[in-house]
């Protein structure tokens, strides 16, 4: 059975900030954040425990081209990813692992 994905709160809007600034300094940028988060998250989906395990139980993936990592953690008894963070590498990492 394969793994779905949801995304808390946080994870949705920092996703949607995060195109939002690259929307604003260029469109094809936007395009390719998108499609690098998705190339991503097909990743975790079709794997989800091959990305490192970076804090307790959670698990980071981090983006090609841009300075973000997926951060997530997966209830095997649903089958589901949480995606929990779309974190920029220079923000404060304390902030990272929250559920």
């Known amino acids: 059975m394969p793994y779905k994905i949801t995304f808390r ?8 900030e995060s195109v939002a600034w690259y929307k604003s300094r260029s469109l094809s940028a ?28 959670f698990y980071e993936a981090k983006t090609k081209k841009y300075p973000f990592s997926i951060v997530y953690f997966i209830d095997e008894t649903k089958k589901l990813i949480v995606i929990t963070s779309i974190f920029h590498q220079r ?7 929250k559920r």
């Open 9 to 16: 709160k946080r994870a949705a809007k920092e996703y949607l």
């Open 30 to 57: 936007a395009e390719n954040f998108v499609s690098g988060i998705h190339h991503a998250l097909n990743k975790i989906e079709k794997q989800p425990s091959q990305f490192r395990k970076s804090y307790k139980d």
């Open 91 to 97: 923000r404060n990492p304390e902030k990272k692992f």
